[in-house]
């Protein structure tokens, strides 16, 4: 069954401003003398302690355990943290115990040695709180888990959004206690954790920030508890003891190497980036960096081949031009053009569009293709102009009239083409394309395969980027005065 008892998250590297000794004052009471015993005190108390020894830059620990946890001895060590810490020191005092909430609604902490109905060795709450002005740390919290507790705190104080830098160099009073000013709190089941004290342990040992404000953890604390629990955890500053609105930063201990191996083993983004983070100095500094620019490369790469657009494989060579990739995302690009280009051919299915195709592409996968249509649409042509020319032969034919000289169409379109084609600024596309317009229009010429002939080493040679004079055209054209 579980007894009712009576009550910090950071963020950022790695600037120390705290220079001074980090100390903790862990009280843990289960047996009373004249009060029920509680389950887990003791343990909140160890575990709390141990935690923060291992993991936190805790320098001096003091603890006080059951009967050690007397009215005067807790009093007589408040006494000498007075003089032991200095100005540029943290503290932190965890109680877990019993508390009491008299008719005034005044708070105290009740010792192992406490009686009943007799408050002279009850330890009040304003008590905790001269302490906190009078201990000249730099940080003061205290985490109290005890019943009555909240009656410590400034009202309506809103959380900071100040940067942790800045809360670490301003003085703090902060409290977090399990629950509020009039609230009982539960103990827990025997050999567990209290519900308050194992949320504060449960965020405390899977924290990766290297600085953890106690207002964040606050406000985790608050959320896990009261989601469980019927308790709700109050965390703020300390009424009227000198709080100047900073704040009390949980700093993990730095173990560069084992810190460096889990992120090896991770090997994410987030995790090179958060040691370097950490380790703005370190020795494995230039190898984290290292890995997140081949990490974000990847990511790139990764996201452009999920795209597939020639937009995505530009905006990866944009930033890695000589990359690894940077071969492999132009190719991408280059299939994508012609597969546009193609599209297009295809979409306007005419001489032109499939010749320019085979110019750009003379080696592509459709090449064979677009030579297949643009044949066959000559074909179409030449069996239309048959066609037509049939028809035209069952009509009647016009009466010639006498001639005094009979002109030969075929030689007379060969003159025409050769006249044409001497042009000295004849470029080779026209040179192909009045030779195509003859074959089409004189396809039975005695000269259509000279033509023809020439007609396609022009255009073998501009496909290899070369201009050879058809061997015809020789005696047309003048050579230049050398």
Same mark, same amino acid.
């Given at each position: 069954?579980?007894?009712?008892?009576?009550?910090?998250?950071?963020?950022?590297?790695?600037?120390?401003?705290?220079?001074?000794?980090?100390?903790?004052?862990?009280?843990?009471?289960?047996?009373?003398?004249?009060?029920?015993?509680?389950?887990?005190?003791?343990?909140?108390?160890?575990?709390?302690?141990?935690?923060?020894?291992?993991?936190?830059?805790?320098?001096?620990?003091?603890?006080?355990?059951?009967?050690?946890?007397?009215?005067?001895?807790?009093?007589?060590?408040?006494?000498?943290?007075?003089?032991?810490?200095?100005?540029?020191?943290?503290?932190?005092?965890?109680?877990?115990?019993? !508390?009491?909430?008299? $008719?005034?609604? =005044? @708070?105290?902490?009740?010792?192992?040695?406490?009686?009943?109905?007799?408050?002279?060795?009850?330890?009040?709450?304003?008590?905790?709180?001269?302490?906190?002005?009078?201990?000249?740390?730099?940080?003061? +919290?205290?985490?109290?888990?005890?019943?009555?507790?909240?009656?410590?705190?400034?009202? @309506?104080?809103?959380?900071?959004?100040?940067?942790?830098?800045?809360?670490?160099?301003?003085?703090?009073?902060?409290?977090?206690?399990? !629950?509020?000013?009039?609230?009982?709190?539960?103990?827990?089941?025997?050999?567990?954790?209290?519900?308050?004290?194992?949320?504060?342990?449960?965020? +405390?040992?899977?924290?990766?920030?290297?600085?953890?404000?106690?207002?964040?953890?606050?406000?985790?604390?608050?959320?896990?508890?009261?989601?469980?629990?019927?308790?709700?955890?109050?965390?703020?500053?300390?009424?009227?003891?000198?709080?100047? @609105? @900073?704040?009390?930063?949980?700093?993990?201990? $730095?173990?560069?190497?084992?810190?460096?191996?889990?992120?090896?083993?991770?090997? #994410?983004?987030?995790?090179?980036?958060?040691?370097?983070?950490?380790?703005?100095?370190?020795?494995?500094? %230039?190898?984290?960096?290292?890995?997140?620019?081949?990490?974000?490369?990847?990511?790139?790469?990764?996201?452009?081949?999920?795209?597939?657009?020639?937009?995505?494989?530009?905006?990866?060579?944009?930033?890695?031009?000589?990359?690894?990739?940077?071969?492999?995302?132009?190719?991408?690009?280059?299939?994508?053009?012609?597969?546009?280009?193609?599209?297009?051919?295809?979409?306007?299915?005419?001489?032109?569009?499939?010749?320019?195709?085979?110019?750009?592409?003379?080696?592509?996968?459709?090449?064979?293709?677009?030579?297949?249509?643009?044949?066959?649409?000559? $074909?179409?042509?030449?069996?239309?102009?048959?066609?037509?020319?049939? +028809?035209?032969?069952?009509?009647?034919?016009?009466?010639?009239?006498?001639?005094?000289?009979?002109?030969?169409?075929?030689?007379?379109?060969?003159?025409? +083409?050769? =006249?044409?084609?001497?042009?000295?600024?004849?470029?080779?596309?026209? =040179?192909?394309?009045?030779? %195509?317009?003859?074959?089409?229009?004189?396809?039975?010429?005695?000269?259509?395969? #000279?033509?023809? =002939?020439?007609?396609?080493?022009?255009?073998?040679?501009?496909?290899?980027?070369?201009?050879?004079?058809?061997?015809?055209?020789?005696?047309?054209?003048?050579?230049?005065?050398?």
């Amino acid at each position: 069954m579980e007894t009712k008892k009576s009550l910090t998250y950071a963020n950022k590297p790695h600037e120390d401003y705290h220079s001074g000794k980090s100390f903790l004052l862990s009280i843990g009471i289960n047996e009373y003398q004249n009060f029920t015993h509680l389950n887990n005190a003791v343990k909140d108390a160890e575990d709390i302690t141990h935690l923060l020894q291992e993991k936190y830059d805790i320098n001096e620990v003091i603890t006080l355990k059951d009967k050690e946890a007397t009215h005067t001895r807790i009093i007589s060590t408040l006494d000498a943290l007075k003089k032991k810490v200095s100005p540029d020191d943290k503290l932190l005092i965890f109680y877990s115990g019993h !508390g009491h909430l008299d $008719e005034n609604k =005044k @708070g105290y902490w009740i010792p192992t040695d406490a009686e009943k109905d007799n408050t002279a060795n009850y330890i009040r709450n304003s008590t905790i709180r001269d302490y906190m002005e009078d201990i000249p740390a730099k940080h003061t +919290l205290l985490i109290s888990d005890s019943c009555f507790s909240g009656s410590l705190f400034v009202r @309506g104080v809103e959380r900071s959004s100040v940067a942790i830098s800045e809360l670490e160099k301003r003085k703090s009073r902060w409290a977090l206690c399990s !629950g509020r000013h009039n609230e009982q709190v539960f103990d827990g089941e025997p050999g567990t954790n209290s519900p308050f004290t194992g949320s504060i342990l449960d965020l +405390l040992r899977t924290n990766t920030l290297p600085k953890l404000n106690i207002g964040k953890l606050a406000e985790s604390v608050m959320e896990m508890t009261s989601s469980n629990y019927h308790q709700l955890p109050e965390g703020n500053p300390v009424f009227g003891v000198g709080h100047k @609105g @900073g704040q009390y930063i949980f700093q993990l201990k $730095e173990n560069e190497t084992e810190d460096w191996e889990k992120c090896r083993e991770e090997n #994410t983004l987030d995790a090179y980036r958060q040691f370097i983070q950490q380790y703005p100095e370190g020795n494995y500094y %230039e190898e984290a960096d290292r890995q997140v620019k081949i990490l974000e490369e990847e990511s790139l790469w990764k996201k452009a081949t999920q795209i597939h657009t020639m937009g995505a494989y530009d905006d990866y060579l944009e930033k890695y031009l000589n990359g690894k990739y940077s071969e492999e995302a132009q190719n991408k690009i280059n299939h994508l053009q012609e597969e546009e280009d193609w599209s297009i051919a295809k979409r306007k299915n005419d001489i032109p569009s499939y010749r320019q195709y085979v110019r750009k592409y003379p080696k592509g996968k459709n090449a064979q293709t677009a030579l297949d249509q643009i044949h066959r649409i000559r $074909e179409d042509r030449r069996q239309k102009k048959a066609i037509e020319e049939q +028809l035209s032969e069952t009509e009647p034919k016009p009466v010639e009239r006498p001639r005094e000289e009979i002109i030969d169409p075929f030689e007379e379109g060969w003159k025409r +083409l050769q =006249k044409n084609l001497s042009h000295p600024d004849l470029t080779a596309q026209s =040179k192909v394309d009045l030779m %195509e317009e003859y074959l089409i229009e004189f396809p039975d010429s005695p000269h259509s395969i #000279t033509v023809k =002939k020439e007609h396609d080493l022009i255009l073998l040679n501009m496909t290899n980027k070369k201009k050879v004079l058809p061997s015809f055209l020789k005696f047309f054209v003048k050579p230049k005065p050398g």
